[in-house]
């Protein structure tokens, strides 16, 4: 099977549809743990702030393009800066790219 890139997604995807030839349906990864799984909401002592939520919304917003990107495996945001942390095939863990957004935090 011909794959048109080989990042996570094609891969598993290339995977999953092979199988279903055979009748094998993949089910969503989270299917037996639903019940461990935390409710939408705060599940913290206290919400978080307004510079907080801003880092929280910041922070889905790059981990939502580095997962489209196939690029790391975490990223911690500070006052909307944002460090990310990759791991290359077979090699430890080393932070990979560091950038940092210039907007103001109010």
């Given at each position: ?5 080989r990042?996570?997604d094609?891969l598993?995807g290339?995977?999953?549809t092979?199988?279903?030839k055979?009748?094998?349906e993949l089910?969503?990864s ?8 935390p409710?939408?909401g ?7 702030t ?7 919304e910041?922070g ?9 990107l196939?690029l790391?495996q975490?990223?911690v945001i500070?006052?909307?800066?944002c460090?990310?942390q ?6 430890p ?7 940092a957004?210039s907007?103001?935090?109010?």
């Amino acid at each position: 099977m011909a794959l048109p890139r080989r990042n996570t997604d094609a891969l598993i995807g290339g995977v999953a549809t092979e199988l279903a030839k055979d009748g094998i349906e993949l089910i969503d990864s989270t299917y037996f743990l639903q019940d461990h799984l935390p409710s939408p909401g705060t599940i913290t002592k206290r919400k978080p702030t307004e510079i907080e939520n801003g880092n929280i919304e910041y922070g889905l917003e790059v981990a939502k393009e580095i997962a489209r990107l196939d690029l790391g495996q975490t990223i911690v945001i500070r006052a909307k800066a944002c460090v990310l942390q990759s791991r290359r095939w077979k090699e430890p863990m080393q932070p990979s790219a560091v950038q940092a957004n210039s907007r103001k935090v109010s």
